[in-house]
């Protein structure tokens, strides 16, 4: 009884503590809807001397994206419409700055401003903190520490390694070329560029082209760029909890820990081997200096070297970097080949004289190509393979005309945009390779053809890209023809890469060396 009455008397209290309970969420919740409330006050100010299309209160420009295939033209069409800049809304707290015009571009691209905290970091559970996504002095020491990485000495030896890889694609489409079936690409040259990066950047040989089934890293890098696009898409998903909550929360994590676990067993064997390379020049003499030896390896001017959580983020953004938009170029610059066999052939004659009769690319080899190097520039001007980036800006940005952005606001660039401006290229939907020419490009801005972005931030792999397309795209060419397949137009979408809804289909037939 004594008991009873003792603990009786707590009873009354817990209605109270549901009560307090109440009470506290409910002001969580109003302090943080006040806050972004007024975050979306501020950027209807700061967007103020920028007009744009109309948006919708709550989910702002999103609706207007369809995923259809037409999304980026839309994009170009409202550039039309809103010359330099203009606001786009994803969701009703999330403004960014679209900027497609090199007038505008060259002062976000000429900074050092980073990359967005708020796309970005969708991407970050990832490929960590790595050059694509760090900032400040980390970004800084990493790019210094990685630069040696990107050496033309290091480059050199890959134009061999990239043909090998190049090489065993084509042999897998001797059947296409029997048969003269349409196939798809993407698919094909993923494994190819994945294949490469492997034997190039980490010494690693997979196997990858040549195992059955489908490769788990690829699939996986698929279902992140999926997944991190409807992220950005759905207001709601902005919010970490209710994302990680969520069914594409478990699938986002469920696809990281694939990526995690490939990348994680290409260091590992990499370590064990240095473990046993005890002489010193053992590297060297076995074979040559790759990109995570220079990881592994690098250090700063305090003889400080790269963590293993930063090893593990670089090897994964250049694992993903360095095979998927190198794969999205080269499958659109083989499509655009495909639709204008003119210029292929002119391309094919050109390739001929330079290899000789040789079955692989090598280093000289890159330079006595030009014609075909124009055509690469022209299939990335028309569908870049990072169709758009975004920066955070951490100080006020004048731009030429005067407006000025203030300091956090989210500043997009769509390359896309740029690349299909009317006002700076004459019919640009047209693929014409001379615009590349020299005396063409002198005429031009630097910065209205930015594939590869530019200014101190740019990419820092572009000339292993170039490298790459080049020798596959000789390559195939000395090969196949390549033949347009009208029943398959690609409909293009922006991920993390430009891909295609449909896939990217052509036919193609040995190349007849008698005609």
């Not at 700055?97 to 980073?114: G, Q, R």
């Not at 090969?479 to 193609?508: A, C, T």
Request: hydrophobic residues 35%.
């Amino acid at each position: 009884m004594d008991f009873t009455e003792a603990f009786g008397g707590f009873q009354p209290r817990f209605p109270h503590m549901h009560h307090l309970l109440a009470v506290l969420c409910l002001v969580a919740v109003v302090y943080k809807l006040t806050i972004l409330l007024r975050k979306r006050r501020d950027a209807f100010r700061h967007m103020e001397p920028f007009p744009g299309p109309p948006a919708h209160w709550l989910f702002g420009h999103v609706l207007e994206f369809k995923q259809d295939g037409e999304d980026l033209y839309k994009v170009v069409k409202w550039g039309q419409k809103y010359p330099y800049a203009f606001p786009m809304w994803f969701g009703p707290f999330v403004c960014f700055l679209n900027i497609h015009h090199p007038d505008y571009v060259k002062t976000i691209l000429a900074s050092t401003e980073p990359k967005d905290n708020f796309a970005y970091r969708f991407i970050e559970s990832w490929i960590g903190e790595g050059l694509l996504v760090s900032k400040g002095q980390k970004w800084f020491r990493h790019r210094r520490l990685l630069t040696p990485g990107f050496h033309y000495d290091v480059l050199k030896p890959y134009v061999k390694l990239m043909s090998d890889s190049a090489n065993t694609m084509l042999a897998k489409w001797e059947r296409y070329a029997k048969t003269g079936e349409s196939f798809e690409l993407f698919e094909h040259v993923s494994l190819m560029t994945l294949d490469s990066i492997l034997k190039c950047a980490f010494s690693y040989n997979s196997n990858c082209q040549t195992e059955g089934g489908t490769n788990a890293y690829i699939q996986s890098v698929y279902e992140l760029s999926n997944l991190i696009n409807l992220r950005f898409r759905t207001f709601p998903y902005h919010n970490d909890l209710i994302f990680y909550f969520s069914p594409h929360g478990f699938r986002y994590r469920k696809a990281c820990k694939v990526a995690h676990n490939h990348t994680a067993e290409v260091v590992r064997k990499r370590k064990e081997a240095l473990k046993q390379e005890k002489e010193p020049g053992y590297i060297q003499t076995k074979r040559n200096l790759d990109f995570l030896d220079i990881l592994l390896c690098a250090r700063d001017e305090n003889q400080q070297g790269l963590s293993d959580e930063d090893i593990r983020a670089e090897v994964d953004t250049f694992m993903f970097e360095g095979h998927d938009t190198t794969a999205s170029g080269i499958s659109f610059i083989l499509y655009c080949l495909a639709c204008h066999p003119e210029h292929q052939k002119k391309c094919r004659d050109e390739i001929m004289q330079t290899l000789e009769g040789k079955d692989s690319m090598e280093w000289d080899d890159l330079s006595k190509i030009p014609y075909t190097t124009m055509c690469i520039k022209e299939s990335l001007r028309l569908y870049p393979p990072v169709p758009g980036i975004s920066r955070h800006v951490t100080k006020p940005l004048t731009f030429f005309d005067g407006r000025t952005i203030p300091a956090g606001c989210n500043v997009g660039t769509s390359i896309f945009g740029i690349h299909r401006n009317p006002t700076i290229w004459e019919n640009p939907d047209v693929f014409d390779p001379l615009r590349f020419l020299p005396e063409n490009v002198s005429m031009r801005s630097p910065h209205a053809f930015v594939p590869f972005a530019a200014g101190p931030r740019n990419c820092i792999g572009q000339n292993f890209a170039m490298n790459e397309m080049k020798a596959v795209v000789a390559l195939t060419l000395k090969r196949y023809q390549l033949i347009e397949d009208p029943d398959w137009k690609p409909k293009i979408i922006p991920r993390l890469v430009l891909r295609s809804l449909n896939g990217i289909h052509i036919k193609i037939k040995p190349v007849d060396y008698d005609v």
